[in-house]
């Protein structure tokens, strides 16, 4: 069981907006940075947000993060069938002095 | 450009080791903050261990006492020793680059494109 709890999938159509979420406690998310992964099958993830809302370079603006209190949120606009992967969560647990990562939400777009 | 190969990975017994290199290439890996993260088969990541730029490091509960995370400056290559190996341990490990060498959470920049330990008898 995953320390961040993402749901397991979600899905919408072309052209949509959609949200990920990403939920954890004191310790992890609300006292430190989260981060967003995109992970297509079979190759390394990606990073997509750091430090709750930036974007690395040639990450497209149709992708944007949000944190409050424990909670986070990936925000996918404009989706696009080349959008469908893999997405997890991920900080640090200042508690455990450990990584911690969400379990992944699989985006489909339909 | 940031490049990181890892090599090693292979099929072990249960109670064997084995031990992963991450050899780099455009960074310093003693000036950087160094991870390993785990990925079973049709399962999630996981983080496995840290190793700050003083040679400070942290394991997963599920690996404490069986993984040792060193670095070898002048290759400038990290490696992951891994032993008394289990059945649960089977997964492609990721060698991963902070973005930031002193902050815990800035997040996995750089990552390599994995190598796969099996442990099965």
């Known amino acids: 069981q995953s320390v961040l709890t993402q749901p397991p999938s979600v899905s919408a159509a072309p052209g949509q907006m959609v949200t990920i979420s990403c939920s954890g406690r004191?310790?992890?998310?609300?006292?430190?940075?989260v981060s967003w992964y995109q992970q297509f099958p079979g190759t390394a993830p990606k990073l997509l947000i750091y430090?709750?809302?930036m974007r690395p370079s040639g990450i497209p603006d149709r992708f944007s993060g949000s944190k409050s209190g424990t909670s986070a949120t990936l925000t996918v606009t404009g989706l696009q069938t080349v959008d469908e992967a893999d997405y997890y969560c991920?900080?640090?647990?200042?508690?455990?002095?450990?990584?911690?990562f969400g379990g992944g939400t699989r985006l489909t777009v339909l | 450009e940031v490049q990181l190969m890892e090599s090693g990975g292979g099929l072990v017994q249960p109670g064997g080791s084995l031990r992963l290199s991450c050899a780099a290439s455009?960074?310093?890996?003693?000036?950087?903050?160094m991870n390993w993260v785990r990925q079973a088969p049709g399962k999630g990541l996981e983080w496995v261990s840290s190793?700050?730029?003083?040679?400070?490091?942290y394991y997963a509960d599920s690996v404490k006492g069986r993984f040792s995370f060193s670095r070898d400056n002048s290759k400038n290559t990290v490696y992951l020793q891994m032993d008394n190996l289990r059945a649960e341990d089977t997964a492609v490990y990721y060698c991963?680059?902070?973005?930031?060498?002193?902050?815990?959470?800035?997040?996995?920049?750089?990552w390599g494109q994995g190598t796969l330990v099996t442990v099965s008898s």
């Open positions: 430090e709750n809302n």
């Open positions: 004191s310790s992890n998310i609300e006292n430190n940075y």
């Open positions: 190793m700050y730029t003083g040679g400070t490091t």
């Open positions: 991963a680059r902070n973005r930031l060498y002193y902050m815990d959470s800035s997040g996995y920049l750089d």
């Open positions: 455009g960074i310093i890996v003693s000036d950087s903050y």
């Open positions: 991920g900080t640090w647990d200042s508690r455990l002095s450990a990584g911690v």
